[in-house]
C-alpha cells in the first residue's frame, strides 16, 4: 500500500484530515519505511501504542507520512495520545520540512496568531513563509492565505494588486473564502472598482462552495451588504456566479 493510500485509509480510522494534495514527499530510508509500515500494521492489529512508536522512529527517519500522521493525532489527541500542542509543532515541522503542503499552511496558522502556550511568538515573516510554501503547491487555502498577508501587509509591504492575484488564484480552487473576500473588497471598493453585482455574485459563489462555517460567514456578509444593492442586482449576481461556474468547470 503507497503511502497516499494508508494516509486515506487512517484519516478514516481516526477521523482526521490528512489530505496529501500537492505534497511531494522526498523518498524515505528504507529504514524508515520499514518503521512506517510496521506502525500501519500495528494500527490495524488495534495496538495503537506500538504503532505510535513506529511512526515516532520513522518520523525521526525522515518519514513524512508518519510525522502528517503524528501531527495529526497530537494536534487532536486521538489515536492514544495526549493532546500536544508541543508535539504536533514538532511533527509539523517535520512534515513542512518534507515537502507536505497542508503541513506547511498548518504552520502558518501558527505564526500568524502565535501559541503561548508553547512559547510561540507571533512571527508574521515566518507565517507567510510557510503559507508561500503551501501556495507553491497550489493549495487554495495557502493562495487565500498569502493574499491576506499582502492585503494587511503582514510579514511584506502592504500590496493590494498583489493580494488581488493571489486572491484569485484561490478563488479558481473554489476556496469559499476566497469568494467572500472578493464579495467584500467588490462591495467597498478596496483596491477594485466598487461593483454590487460582483461582489453579491461571489458572496453565492463562497455560499455554493463553502463548508457550513464558511458559508455561514458569508451569510453574515450577505447581511450585512444587502441593503446596498438596487433592484434587478440580485439577479445579475446569479447570472454572474452561474457564468463564473459555466466558465471555471461546471458546477
Known sequence: ????????VLAAAFGLNLAVT????????PQAEAAYERGVAAQRSGDMEA????????????????????ANLYDKGVG???QSDAKAYEYLLLAARGGQPAAAVRLGEIYLQGNEQIGLKQNYAQALKSFEAGALAQRGDAQY???????????TPLDR?????????SAKKRYAPAFA???????????????RVDGWGYFLLANRFGTPDQRAAADELMAKYEGWLKPGEKDKAR?????????????
Request: glycine share 14%; aromatic share 8%.
Open 80 to 82: 492514544g495520545v495526549t
Open 161 to 169: 494588486t498583489e493580494s488581488l492575484r493571489w486572491l484569485l488564484l
Open 22 to 29: 500537492g505534497a511531494v514527499f522526498a523518498a524515505p530510508s
Open 51 to 70: 504503532a505510535v512508536t513506529e511512526w515516532q522512529e520513522a518520523a525521526g527517519e525522515g518519514h513524512t507520512g508518519a510525522a502528517w500522521i503524528l
Open 181 to 195: 473576500e472578493l464579495g467584500r473588497i467588490h462591495m467597498e471598493g478596496e483596491g477594485v472598482a466598487k461593483d
Open 1 to 8: 500500500m503507497t503511502v497516499r493510500k494508508s494516509l486515506a
Open 145 to 155: 492565505y498569502v493574499s491576506v498577508m499582502h492585503r494587511n501587509g503582514w510579514g
Open 239 to 251: 447570472d454572474m456566479a452561474d457564468a463564473w461556474i459555466a466558465s471555471h468547470g461546471g458546477a
